[in-house]
C-alpha cells in the first residue's frame, strides 16, 4: 500500500488531513447543514400548527411536513455528519490517508441521491406516512427505496472507516491501543453496522410489497425490525456524540479521560447492550410477552444507561481534572465558572451534556419502563424525549464541533463571532423549550402527530385541559426560539465558508505543540480528584429517582389493567 | 489525551480513582433497582398489560362486534346515530378501530372488570383513553386483550395517538363509565 497521497497539517491545531479525507469532511458536513436547515424550517412549522391560536398549517401538509422533518432532521442531517465525524476519528485522529476514498464518494453520492429522492417523494404528497412508514399504510416505492440507497450509501461509508482503522494498523501511524474518540466512533461504526442490516431486512421486503411483489407484511414484525434500525441509528449518534463530547474536552482543555478503562468499558456497554432498545417503541404491543419486553427494553438490566451514566461523570470529570490542574481549584465548581462559557464550542458541548441527561436520558429510561409507558406511549412526551436527546445531545454537539472544524477545514476565521458566542444558548434554550413544554403537554395526554388538538371536525369532540394549551403555546415559541438559534448557526457557518477572512497559507509543516495532557498516567489512581463533578452526578441522580418514582405515582393513579 | 492513544501501553491495569468507582457502583446498583421494578410491579402493581393476544381475521372480529352491538345496545348517542352498548360486567367486551372512527361507545360500570378486546379493520391506530392517559397500539389482524377495571365514572373519550391517514385527526371516540 504504498500510493501517495497528498496530506497537511494544520498549522493551528497540528491536526492530520489526508486531502480526500478532508474533501469528503467538508462535503458530508456541509451537506448535512444544508438537510439540517431544511429539516429544521419544517420543525418550526410543526411547533407553530401545534400552538393552537396560531395553526398555521393545513392538515394535508402538516403531515407532509411532518414525514419531512422526521427524515431530513434525524435520518438525513445526522447521519452525513456522522459520515464526516467517521472520517475525522479515522484518517485525522490517526494521521493516515483514508483507505478507499473511491468507495467513499460513491458512498456520498449514493446518500445524497437517496435522501433526495425520498424527499421528493414526500413533498410531492403521496408518501405523507411519517418516516416510520407503519405498514399496512402504503407509500410510492421510490420512498423507500430512496432511504434503502441512501443506507446503502452510509454502509460504504462505514466501511471505509473499518478500512482506515486497517491501514493506520498496518503503517503503524499510531502506537498501542486506539484514541479514546476513536474508538468511540467505532462503537457508532459498528452500531451503524447493525441498524442498516435491521433496515435492509425490512425495507427491501416492504418495497417489494409496495410494488405488489409481496402480498403481506405483518405490522407487528415490520415495527419491530424497523426500530431495530429507528432506535439503534439514534444509538449511533449517541456513541458519536459523546465520542465529541471526549474530543472537544481535549481540544479545548487538553483534558485527558480520568481512566481509560473505566471510559472504554462504557463504549463496550453500548456495543453489548444498545441494539436492544427497538422494544422501547413495543410496550403497549400485543403479541409481545413481558418478559421479552422488561429484558429488552432495560438494555438487559440498564447496563447501556449504566454506560451513559458512567459518561456523564467522567466527560465533565475530565474537564475539571483539566481545569484543576491549571489552577481552578477555590471551592467546589471555581473550574466550572471559569470554564470559556464564550466559545460556543465549550458552550455547546456542555449544554448539551447537562440537557442530554437530565432532559433526554432520564426521561428515556423512565418512557422505556414496560408499566410507565402505558401512560406516555404516542403522546407528545415521546418528541418531547428524543428532542432533548437528538437535538439538545447530538445536534447541538455537532453544532459546537463544527465551530472548531469549519474554520479549520476551510482555513477562514469565523464570520460573525458574536453571534456565535450566542448561538448555542439561543438555540439550547429554544430546544430545552421544545423538550420540556412537549413533555408536559404529554403528560396531559396530547397526542403526537396530530394536527388539530380542539378536534374541531370529529363527529364526537373532545377538549383538552387548558394547560395543555398553554403548554402548547410555549413550545411553539420556544420552536421559534430554537429556529432562530439554527438559522443563525446555518447562516455562521455558511458565511465563514464563503466570507470568513482568510488565513495563511498552508505551508507550516511543523504541528503546532499540542496542549499539555493533564495528567500522565493512562489510570486515574494517582490523579486529581473531581469532587465538582461527583456532586453534580449525585444532583443527576437524585432528580432521576425523584421523578423515576413520581411517575410510578402517575401509574398507579389509571385505571386497573391485568 | 482522548484524540491521542493511551500514554500507557496496558492502560487496563492501571488503577481507578476512587470516586469512579463509586459512581460506577452506585449507578450499577441504581440500574438494578430500576429492573426489579418492572417484575415487582406485575406481582404487587395494578396496572400491568396482559400477555394475552390472538391472531385474528378482521372481518372475524367485526362479527364479534356487532353481535355485542346487537345484544346490548341501550341508546343511540344523540342524533350520531353510533349505539351506545352496556355488555354485562365480567364480560368479553370488543371495540374497533377503523378509518376513522372506534366502534361502538361503551358504557361500563365503575370498580368493575371487564375482558376488552381491540383489533383494528385496516391500518395500525393508537387507543388514547382521554383523560385517564391509558395508551395502547392497537395492530390490523391482532386480538389485544386487556382486562380493565374503571376506576372513575364519567364521560371518557379515546383518541387515536397512531397516525392513520389524512382524517387521523377526527379519529375519537367515547366511553361512559356509571356509578354502580
Known amino acids: ?562 | 489525551m482522548a484524540i491521542h492513544p493511551p500514554e500507557t501501553k496496558i492502560w487496563w491495569k492501571e488503577p481507578v480513582h476512587s470516586i469512579e468507582i463509586w459512581w460506577v457502583l452506585i449507578a450499577l446498583v441504581w440500574s438494578l433497582i430500576m429492573f426489579v421494578m418492572m417484575p415487582y410491579w406485575h406481582v404487587y402493581g395494578e396496572q400491568n398489560l396482559s400477555n394475552e393476544a390472538y391472531r385474528v381475521d378482521p372481518e372475524y372480529f367485526g362479527e364479534k362486534v356487532e353481535d355485542m352491538v346487537k345484544k346490548y345496545t341501550i341508546r343511540e348517542e344523540g342524533d350520531t346515530g353510533i349505539p351506545v352498548v352496556a355488555p354485562p360486567v365480567g364480560s368479553d367486551v370488543f371495540l374497533l378501530a377503523r378509518l376513522w372512527e372506534w366502534y361502538p361507545i361503551l358504557e361500563l360500570k365503575k370498580g368493575e372488570k371487564y375482558r376488552l378486546h381491540l383489533s383494528s379493520m385496516d391500518w395500525m391506530h393508537g387507543f388514547s383513553l382521554q383523560p385517564t392517559n391509558i395508551n395502547l397500539s392497537i395492530h390490523p389482524g391482532y386480538d389485544f386483550v386487556v382486562t380493565i377495571t374503571p376506576t372513575e365514572s364519567g364521560k371518557f373519550s379515546i383518541i387515536c395517538n397512531e397516525y392513520c391517514g389524512i382524517g387521523h385527526h377526527t379519529m375519537a371516540g367515547r366511553m361512559y363509565v356509571t356509578d354502580k
Open chain 1, 1 to 562: 500500500m504504498s500510493i501517495l497521497s497528498k496530506s497537511r497539517i494544520c498549522p493551528e491545531t497540528g491536526l492530520f488531513f489526508d486531502d480526500q479525507a478532508e474533501k469528503l469532511i467538508k462535503w458530508n458536513a456541509v451537506t448535512g447543514v444544508v438537510f439540517l436547515l431544511v429539516g429544521g424550517a419544517f420543525g418550526v412549522l410543526m411547533a407553530l400548527t401545534r400552538w393552537t391560536e396560531v395553526h398555521i398549517l393545513p392538515a394535508d401538509w402538516f403531515y407532509l411536513l411532518l414525514t419531512a422533518h422526521g427524515l431530513d432532521a434525524l435520518i438525513v442531517w445526522i447521519i452525513f455528519f456522522e459520515m464526516a465525524v467517521l472520517y475525522l476519528a479515522s484518517s485525522t485522529l490517526l494521521k493516515v490517508r483514508l483507505a478507499a476514498p473511491k468507495w467513499a464518494w460513491l458512498g456520498y453520492w449514493l446518500m445524497l441521491i437517496g435522501a433526495v429522492i425520498t424527499n421528493v417523494m414526500v413533498l410531492e404528497g403521496d408518501s405523507s406516512v411519517m418516516f416510520t412508514s407503519y405498514p399496512p399504510m402504503k407509500a410510492h416505492p421510490l420512498f423507500y427505496l430512496g432511504i434503502i440507497i441512501f443506507a446503502v450509501g452510509a454502509l460504504i461509508g462505514t466501511f471505509c472507516f473499518f478500512g482506515t482503522l486497517v491501514l493506520a494498523k498496518e503503517q503503524k501511524t499510531y502506537e498501542g491501543s486506539l484514541p479514546l474518540v476513536t474508538f468511540g466512533a467505532l462503537t457508532a461504526a459498528i452500531i451503524a453496522v447493525f441498524t442498516i442490516a435491521s433496515g435492509a431486512i425490512i425495507l427491501v421486503p416492504t418495497l417489494l410489497w409496495s410494488l405488489g411483489y409481496i402480498a403481506h407484511i405483518d405490522p407487528l414484525m415490520y415495527k419491530t425490525i424497523w426500530w431495530a434500525m429507528g432506535h439503534s441509528s439514534q444509538q449511533i449518534n449517541v456513541s458519536a456524540h459523546v465520542s465529541i463530547w471526549y474530543l472537544i474536552a481535549a481540544i479545548i482543555f487538553g483534558a485527558k479521560p480520568l481512566s481509560e478503562k473505566v471510559s472504554r468499558m462504557a463504549f463496550l456497554f453500548y456495543i453489548f447492550f444498545l441494539q436492544l432498545a427497538s422494544a422501547h417503541h413495543l410496550l403497549v404491543e400485543p403479541g409481545l410477552s413481558s418478559e421479552w419486553k422488561i429484558f429488552n427494553t432495560s438494555y438487559a438490566m440498564y447496563l447501556a444507561v449504566l454506560g451513559s451514566m458512567i459518561h456523564g461523570l467522567t466527560v465533565p470529570g475530565s474537564i475539571e481534572a483539566a481545569q484543576r490542574k491549571k489552577g481552578f481549584n477555590k471551592g467546589l465548581f471555581e473550574w466550572l465558572r471559569r470554564a470559556p462559557w464564550g466559545n460556543p464550542v465549550f458552550s455547546g458541548m456542555f449544554m448539551s451534556l447537562v440537557m442530554f441527561g437530565f432532559l433526554g436520558g432520564i426521561t428515556g429510561v423512565i418512557m422505556g419502563t414496560e408499566q410507565i409507558n402505558i401512560i406516555m406511549h404516542n403522546t407528545l412526551y415521546v418528541p418531547g424525549h428524543f428532542h432533548a436527546t437528538v437535538v439538545a445531545g447530538t445536534t447541538l454537539t455537532f453544532m459546537a464541533i463544527s465551530y472548531f472544524l469549519v474554520p479549520v477545514l476551510f482555513r477562514r476565521e469565523l464570520w460573525l463571532p458574536g453571534l456565535a458566542k450566542w448561538q448555542p444558548y439561543i438555540y439550547g434554550l429554544g430546544v430545552a423549550g421544545i423538550s420540556v413544554f412537549m413533555m408536559a403537554a404529554g403528560t396531559l395526554g396530547v397526542s403526537r402527530r396530530h394536527w388539530d388538538n380542539n378536534f374541531a371536525d370529529a363527529t364526537l369532540g373532545f377538549d383538552y385541559p387548558a394547560a395543555a394549551h398553554m403548554f402548547l403555546a410555549l413550545n411553539g415559541l420556544s420552536g421559534l426560539l430554537a429556529g432562530l438559534g439554527g438559522a443563525s448557526f446555518c447562516i455562521i457557518m455558511v458565511g465563514t465558508i464563503l466570507w470568513g477572512k482568510k488565513k495563511g497559507d498552508v505551508a507550516a509543516t511543523e504541528p503546532a505543540p499540542a496542549p499539555e495532557p493533564a495528567v500522565h498516567q493512562a489510570g486515574s489512581a494517582g490523579s486529581i480528584a473531581v469532587p465538582g463533578t461527583f456532586v453534580l452526578a449525585l444532583i443527576f441522580l437524585g432528580s432521576f429517582i425523584l421523578y423515576y418514582y413520581v411517575n410510578w405515582k402517575y401509574l398507579s393513579e389509571v385505571w386497573l389493567l391485568s
